[in-house]
C-alpha cells in the first residue's frame, strides 16, 4: 500500500523564502529554499511518516516488494529516478551532468585522490548520471544548451574588447565554439576579469540588445563571474506552464527563474561551469560538454486516458505523467512511483495527499489508484514492469 513521505528542503542562495513554505502550507523558514527533494537519494532521502525510515532504508528493506523484478535487475536494488521542485529566484549556477560511465570514473578518481564526499571540491557524489527534465509550474526561464554560434558571432564582432572580437572570429570557423569555451574557461583569473568587465561594459551601454540585456542581469548577481562570457554563448529559453525541457547529459543548462517540477535520474552529480561562488573545476566540465548547439530537447506531453505522459528519449529512468483530478474519476497509479500533489488535495489508497505533499507507491500495489480534485504528477520508471 501506498505510504506518505516526508520531504526534505535544500536551502541554496538561489533559492525563493516562499513558494515552498506556501507549497507546503507552513510558514518561510526565513531561508531561501530552493529544492524540495522526494525520493530515496542518501543526500537528502525523505522519510516514511510514522516509520522513521529513510525511504532508501525502506527501499533496501525488501527491494523485491517495494520496486519490482524489472526494476531491481535494471537498476539494482535502489530507486532509480528522483522528483523535485524547484524555485527559482535569482539564477543558479551554468552546470553539466555526466554520462554513468563519467560519473563511475570520477566518482573513483576522487574517491582515490582522498576527497570526501562532503567537501565543496567534491564534483561527483555518486556513481550515477543525472539526465532531468523540467516542467513549468509557473512562467520560467533558463539557459538550454549552446545557441547558434554564427548568431552569438554577431554579437561578440560588434564589440571593442579584443579577445571579444577575436572569439567572435573564431565562432565562424569549424570547431570555433568548443575552442571559445576552452579559451574562456582556462584564462588566468586576471585575464578573465578583464575580459569580463570589458563584456559588462558593452552589456551596460547596449542593454537594449536581448543577449546584453541578459548579461546586465546576470552581473547584478555575478559582476565577476566568467560564466557571464559562457551566457553569452547560450540560448535563452521560456517555458509556459505545462512546457516541459529535457536536458541530456553533456548540455549545460542553468535555470534563471520560475517554478518547476523537475524529474531526475537518482543522482547528484553537478558540475559548474560558472555563475557561482562554489567550486568550479573546469578540466572536469570541459571533459564533459557537449558542443553542438541546441542539445537540450524540448518534450510535448502526450494525452493517455485521465493524464499526460511527457516521454524523455532514452532515458529508462524517467516517465512523468501530470495528472488533472476531479470528483468521480480514478486514474491507475501502480508501484513503483512517486506521487506529488501540486493543486488541491488527492488520495492513494488510505493516504491523502495536501497540496506540496507525496506518497510513495510500492510495485507490490499493482492496483493503486489516484482520486480527488487537484492537479497531480506522478514518477515511475519507462519499463515495462508487468512481467
Known amino acids: 500500500m501506498a505510504v506518505l513521505l516526508d520531504n526534505p528542503v535544500r536551502s541554496y542562495a538561489w533559492g525563493s ?3 515552498i513554505a506556501e507549497l507546503l502550507g507552513r510558514p518561510p523558514s526565513g531561508q531561501p529554499e530552493a529544492e524540495l527533494w522526494i525520493g530515496a537519494h542518501p543526500g537528502s532521502p525523505s522519510t516514511v511518516a510514522g516509520d522513521g525510515r529513510s525511504l532508501d532504508r ?3 528493506g525488501d527491494p523485491a516488494a517495494t520496486l519490482g523484478a524489472a526494476v531491481v535487475e535494471r537498476f539494482g536494488p535502489r530507486l532509480p529516478f528522483l522528483l523535485k521542485i524547484l524555485a527559482v529566484a535569482r539564477p543558479l549556477s551554468i552546470q553539466v551532468h555526466p554520462t554513468i560511465d563519467q560519473a563511475v570514473a570520477g566518482f573513483a578518481a576522487e574517491d582515490a585522490a582522498g576527497v570526501a564526499l562532503d567537501d565543496p571540491r ?3 557524489r555518486d556513481r550515477n548520471h543525472k539526465p532531468e527534465m523540467v516542467v513549468a509550474l509557473t512562467e520560467f526561464e533558463a539557459l538550454l544548451g549552446f545557441d547558434d554560434p554564427g548568431a552569438v558571432a554577431e554579437v561578440l564582432e560588434s564589440c571593442e574588447h579584443p579577445d571579444l572580437v577575436g572569439a567572435g572570429a573564431v565562432l565562424r570557423t569549424a570547431g570555433g565554439l568548443e575552442r571559445v ?3 574562456w574557461l582556462t584564462l588566468g583569473d586576471d585575464q578573465a576579469a ?5 563584456l559588462v561594459a558593452e552589456a551596460s551601454a547596449r542593454r537594449d540588445d536581448p543577449r546584453f540585456g541578459l548579461v546586465t542581469r546576470l552581473a547584478q548577481d555575478y559582476p565577476h563571474d566568467r560564466g557571464l562570457l559562457l551566457a553569452l554563448l547560450m540560448r535563452l529559453v ?3 506552464p505545462g512546457e516541459a525541457a529535457f536536458v ?3 548540455v549545460p543548462h542553468a535555470y534563471l527563474s520560475g517554478v518547476a517540477v523537475e524529474p531526475q535520474a537518482s543522482s547528484d552529480n553537478t558540475l559548474r561551469a560558472g555563475l557561482t561562488p562554489k567550486h568550479v573545476d573546469a578540466a572536469e566540465v570541459l571533459n564533459l560538454l557537449r558542443y553542438e548547439p541546441g542539445g537540450a530537447v524540448m518534450v510535448t506531453p502526450k494525452p493517455a486516458g485521465g493524464e499526460e505522459l511527457y516521454p524523455v528519449p532514452d532515458v529508462d529512468e524517467l516517465l512523468l505523467s501530470r495528472v488533472p483530478l476531479s470528483e468521480g474519476t480514478t486514474v491507475p497509479v501502480p508501484g513503483p512511483r512517486l506521487v506529488l500533489v501540486v493543486d488541491g488535495t488527492a488520495a492513494v489508497g488510505d493516504v491523502t495527499l495536501r497540496r506540496g505533499h507525496a506518497a510513495f507507491v510500492p510495485a507490490t500495489d499493482t492496483d493503486a489508484t489516484l482520486r480527488g480534485d487537484g492537479v497531480a504528477f506522478t514518477l515511475t520508471t519507462a519499463l515495462d514492469t508487468t512481467r
Do not use: F
Open 58 to 60: 525502506y527501499v533496501a
Open 194 to 198: 578583464d575580459v569580463v568587465t570589458a
Open 122 to 124: 567534491r564534483s561527483y
Open 181 to 183: 569555451v576552452r579559451r
Open 238 to 240: 521560456r517555458l509556459a
Open 248 to 250: 541530456p547529459a553533456g
Open 17 to 19: 523564502p516562499t513558494v
